[in-house]
T-cell receptor, first 114, second 115 residues
Framework: AQSVTQLGSHVSVSEGALVLLRCNYSSSVPPYLFWYVQYPNQGLQLLLKYTTGATLVKGINGFEAEFKKSETSFHLTKPSAHMSDAAEYFCAVRPSGGYQKVTFGTGTKLQVIP | NAGVTQTPKFRVLKTGQSMTLLCAQDMNHEYMYWYRQDPGMGLRLIHYSVGEGTTAKGEVPDGYNVSRLKKQNFLLGLESAAPSQTSVYFC??????????????FGPGTRLTVL
């Protein structure tokens, strides 16, 4: 079984400041890891994903995340927040290999203060 | 491509009424899912399907039924709605063909209120 923990249901940053959203996972087998973003009144869309290979993954809109196996973490970062980054962010995990169900975290709402 | 579409976008029901939510995808994906989203609880999987004619229970299936008669459509039914089913419902689809990694594509959601 796998699980995801997102630390902080709400995070506030100033425009131009570093964005750091935390995600820790548990999985009994090597995982695939995802970050999704949800803008108000919309569905989720993929930001980035880790499958195999390079542990630093770059996504859309300047976001990136690093897979750290020793820390079972997959934190999302962006060097400089923009007002348009205000949204809810979901971390998700699924075991690698074949079809497996995805488990989503409870989400972190990012507020960007001008 | 329209991607994943959901019908209706909004609905208000009275307790005990029934309704069907329709999800359609035009990406030829094998897998389809129904989630509900509630504040502070993230997304919870209701039912899913790994192919036409097959369905399976997810994390919170009670009170819901599903059908997938055609590959592109996945229907979610509420036979007797309860206030606890007030939520936002999302449909998603994904594919593992050609080494895919099961990225899910989401519809815009249906906001359901049960009075």
């Amino acid at each position: 079984a796998q699980s995801v923990t997102q630390l902080g249901s709400h995070v506030s940053v100033s425009e131009g400041a570093l964005v750091l959203l935390r995600c820790n996972y548990s999985s009994s087998v090597p995982p695939y890891l995802f970050w999704y973003v949800q803008y108000p009144n919309q569905g989720l869309q993929l930001l980035l994903k880790y499958t195999t290979g390079a542990t630093l993954v770059k996504g859309i809109n300047g976001f990136e995340a690093e897979f750290k196996k020793s820390e079972t973490s997959f934190h999302l970062t962006k060097p400089s927040a923009h007002m348009s980054d205000a949204a809810e962010y979901f971390c998700a995990v699924r075991p690698s290999g074949g079809y497996q169900k995805v488990t989503f975290g409870t989400g972190t709402k990012l507020q960007v203060i001008p | 491509n329209a991607g994943v579409t959901q019908t209706p976008k909004f609905r208000v029901l009275k307790t005990g009424q029934s309704m069907t939510l329709l999800c359609a995808q035009d990406m030829n994906h094998e897998y389809m899912y129904w989630y509900r989203q509630d504040p502070g609880m993230g997304l919870r999987l209701i039912h899913y399907s790994v192919g036409e004619g097959t369905t399976a229970k997810g994390e919170v299936p009670d009170g819901y039924n599903v059908s997938r008669l055609k590959k592109q459509n996945f229907l979610l039914g509420l036979e007797s709605a309860a206030p606890s089913q007030t939520s936002v419902y999302f449909c998603a689809s994904s594919s593992l063909i050609a080494g895919g990694t099961d990225t899910q594509y989401f519809g815009p959601g249906t906001r359901l209120t049960v009075l």
